[in-house]
């Protein structure tokens, strides 16, 4: 925990790794349920594959599933914005 805090004090002090950082995290968990699934069928069939085409395969795999994950949860939090939103009261 300690070692964690050190690291996010010493990230806010730089504006672009901080950004980034940010970015990550709020896309992290949904990243990880959305691709893990397919993470864990890809990799039980890679198994056997060499460095190089393991490197080959799952480098743009990864980044294709963290765009679709992205873009997935993008959408959900849209959806649910609007939905939140329409149970609102009007104000008078």
């Known amino acids: 925990m300690l070692e964690i805090v050190g690291i996010a004090g010493f990230i806010s002090v730089f504006n672009s790794p901080a950004k980034l950082f940010a970015v990550v995290g709020l896309y992290s968990y949904g ?4 691709h893990q699934p397919y993470v864990i069928w890809l990799g039980l ?4 594959v ?4 393991f490197l080959l395969i799952c480098i743009p795999v990864l980044a294709a599933l963290s765009a679709w994950g992205m873009l997935l949860e ?7 914005n ?11």
């Open 31 to 34: 990243l990880y349920l959305t």
């Open 45 to 48: 069939r890679i198994r056997e």
């Open 50 to 53: 060499p460095i190089w085409a």
């Open 74 to 80: 993008k959408g959900t939090n849209e959806l649910v």
């Open 82 to 92: 609007k939905l939140a939103s329409l149970k609102k009261p009007a104000h008078a």
